[in-house]
């Protein structure tokens, strides 16, 4: 750690003007926001496998309204020497990240100055359509997935959700499998049975707090695959 700290100080250095300098005088200093964003990829490293384990790819830095205003001028350039830490520190220690890397600095009325807080999370990519031959187009159905804040919709022969080109639901989590599971609807009359079916994943799933192998699910179930939680919903069912 001390060897990754030590490297992105002397690269901050080598940027730095004379008005940086002194806007971090009596602020934050960059070295304490470095190793805090180090501790937080530690501290939620998820084990994937015996040499493998996932950690976040997007953080939020919460600083004051004074630090906030202090070090916006120079965010682009801390930004990217952050990014840099962490992604030595990933390589360093033979992490995976969830995702391309992103670190926002956050205005936190909450905080006094020179306080700051770290806050993590995974966001997988997540895309429609696979990337194989093209399948017949299906009828649409009142059912959808809600996956990283995004929508979509399930057609009415269902979809196969993975981390492989031939996925219908493309989730780039490496916790996921290629053709992890599926999802599968019934019509009987005016009801919609929606269900769940795992596809020999690696790491399964798991509904609503269950492993589950294959299950019937509602509206609002939380499907947990890899590192990835999604909701399904179901509109319209009497």
């Known amino acids: 750690m ?22 971090f005088r009596s602020a934050v200093q960059p070295v304490e926001i470095a190793a805090a964003l180090q501790r937080e990829v530690d501290n939620s490293a998820h084990i994937l496998s015996r040499d493998r384990r996932l950690v976040p790819n997007e953080f939020s830095v919460e600083l004051s309204p004074a630090d906030h205003e202090r070090l916006s ?3 682009t350039t ?12 990933v390589t360093e220690q033979r992490y995976t990240l ?19 807080r770290v806050r993590s999370k995974t966001n ?19 059912v959808t997935i809600e996956v990283n804040g ?5 057609p009415s022969d269902g979809t196969v959700i993975g981390r492989g080109n031939e996925a219908d639901l493309k989730i780039e989590d490496p916790g996921i499998s290629r053709r992890h599971a599926q999802v599968t609807i019934h019509r009987n009359g005016g009801d919609t ?19 589950v192998t294959t299950a019937v699910v509602v ?20």
């Not at 801390?78 to 520190?89: A, K």
């Not at 995004?150 to 399930?154: D, E, I, K, N, R």
């Not at 509206?219 to 009497?238: C, H, K, L, P």
């Open 150 to 154: 995004m929508t979509h919709p399930v």
């Open 124 to 142: 997988a990519p997540v895309s429609d359509g696979a990337g194989g031959p093209a399948k017949p187009e299906a009828r649409p159905s009142n």
């Open 78 to 89: 801390l930004v990217d020497e952050l990014s840099t830490l962490i992604q030595d520190h």
């Open 193 to 211: 049975t929606v269900s769940i079916v795992d596809l020999e994943s690696t790491n399964g799933i798991v509904l609503n707090g269950h492993r």
């Open 2 to 23: 001390a060897g990754v700290l030590q490297r992105f100080e002397q690269r901050l250095e080598g940027a730095v003007t004379g008005a940086f300098a002194r806007a």
């Open 98 to 116: 969830a995702g391309p890397l992103s670190i926002a600095f956050v205005n936190t009325p909450d905080l006094g100055t020179g306080r700051f």
């Open 219 to 238: 509206d609002g179930s939380e499907i947990r695959m890899g590192n990835t939680v999604m909701v399904i919903r179901i509109a319209g069912n009497r």
């Open 73 to 75: 001028p120079f965010g």
